[in-house]
């Protein structure tokens, strides 16, 4: 019971020092206020707009997440990896591999949750840019996601709305996604020298094996996911709450809780801004029978709202879904803010540096790709 009331103790100490060092919290949560007072909602549209089962796996997602990163499983598969690799560059390929390949499988989120551990693990283990080498796993997560129907919540809704089999979906796809995956191999190529791998002996107070935290954390990881996958989201987050706070509540206590909360707030915040009067009278000024105005429409309302917002106020005004799924996919790069995955693998890297190295390689990214895609159009 102590080490759980310390583990309360601990996430009542973190709430308190949001408000100090989280620019982008005060940012969403000043949003929310604004739109509060210029178009007064209901309380039911902000719990719509709040997706508490989004949050809610997501949530489930971190302490999981954290756990296998406690354990020592992750670093333990780092040393191991690093035994087979000697070259650096090939090294950041296999990762961006790995991330692509799992986000098609499993998601974006759930692919970053896996990778991303993994990757900083084997950058303290190797002389590797830590800072770029997490950029360019997380661009290659929005590409490998966006191939597939099931890869990201963008993905998913406009599967739907299409009523196309899962097969024509990535066929449509395909070509977008070939751009996005040729254009990152080359800013890999530019970003990351060559050469041997150069291990670094880890330092003695580093993070202890603990085979039994690792194990129920896999586990736990394989029920969450056939769990999300049923639907049964509300299950899956007890279950993981219970086991952890039983087993490990210091767990929980240590999980980025003022993500959660920037997310919560995004959520809301951006939900709402796409409902005031003035935008959605000027969305409906456009002309969407030409793809064009969908094409641009969706990257731009993606950089200023994130993406699965942007599909959610162009869906019904698209007379192609697949048209906006090129558009949205491709307008997850760019601003950090286009896609909920940039914000989970910045937060996850944790350095402030990250955000200026992100947009230095997004944007650009962004345009190339936005304007070779067009020619696809």
Known sequence: MRSLHAAGVDIFARIALWSRGEPLLLTMLGLNLVLGVVDPRPFRDWLQWLDMPTLASLLALLVVAQGIRTSGLVQKLARHMLRFMTNRRTLVLVLMGLAAVSAMLLTNDVSLFLILPLTLALCEGVALPRVRVVVLVALAVNAGAALSPIGNPQNLMLWRASGAGMGHFV????????????????????????????????????????????GMSLVLLLVLLGLLQMGLVWWALVLVLVVFGWQRPHVIGSVDWSLLAIIALMLMGLGHLVEIPFVRAWLGQLDWG???????????????ISNVPA???????????????????????????????????????????????????????????????????
């Open 311 to 377: 599909t959610v106020a162009l869906l019904h005004r698209a007379p192609d879904p697949m048209h906006l799924a090129m558009a949205v996919n491709i307008g997850g790069s760019g601003l950090a803010i286009g896609s909920l995955a940039n914000l989970i693998a910045l937060r996850l890297e944790g350095s402030r540096r990250i955000w200026r190295t992100f947009h230095l390689i997004s944007v650009p990214y962004l345009l190339v790709v936005a304007t070779l895609a067009w020619w696809l159009l």
């Open 171 to 214: 066929a449509a796809m395909a070509p977008t996604v070939a751009i996005m995956l040729l254009v990152l191999l080359a800013a890999t190529w530019w970003l990351v020298k060559g050469g041997a791998l150069h291990p670094i002996e880890p330092p003695q107070q580093g993070t202890r094996l603990d085979v039994r935290l690792g």
């Open 290 to 304: 030409h793809p064009s105005v969908v094409y641009v429409s969706g990257i731009v309302l993606s950089q200023a």
